[in-house]
Nanobody
Framework: QVQLVESGGGLVQAGDSLRLSCAVSGRTGSSYAMGWFRQAPGKEREFVAGISWSGSNTGYADSVKGRFTISSDTAKNTVYLQMNSLKSEDTAVYYC????????????????WGQGTQVTVSS
């Protein structure tokens, strides 16, 4: 079992930055990959970024590429999502997810999910 706990969300203005954290506990290690997803009201949960446990391989949705950075700290068992130049359309609940093998853009590929953290960007 893997437990995921997100933190770092909040209310910010357009153009501001936030860093989300995902604390990972349980059966972790190099066999797992991590993903960040988000879900806005009335919309499907969508892929934001993915990373291998070592941090050597990452991927991003086109909508956040160049603004968001995913990283991992294996010593702290924590995955981060640095979000810069935030826009109102980034407003959503952000979820951390884990799966074995390679990271994926497909939410159904992930086995474990956190409870989510709200990010609200005012324009």
């Amino acid at each position: 079992q893997v437990q995921l706990v997100e933190s770092g969300g909040g209310l910010v203005q357009a153009g501001d930055s936030l860093r989300l954290s995902c604390a990972v506990s349980g059966r972790t290690g190099s066999s797992y990959a991590m993903g960040w997803f988000r879900q806005a009201p009335g919309k499907e949960r969508e892929f934001v970024a993915g990373i291998s446990w070592s941090g050597s391989n990452t991927g991003y949705a086109d909508s956040v590429k160049g603004r968001f950075t995913i990283s991992s700290d294996t010593a702290k068992n924590t995955v981060y999502l640095q979000m810069n130049s935030l826009k109102s359309e980034d407003t959503a609940v952000y979820y951390c997810a884990a799966k074995t093998g390679y990271w994926s853009r497909a939410k159904q590929a992930y086995t474990y999910w956190g409870q989510g953290t709200q990010v609200t960007v005012s324009s």
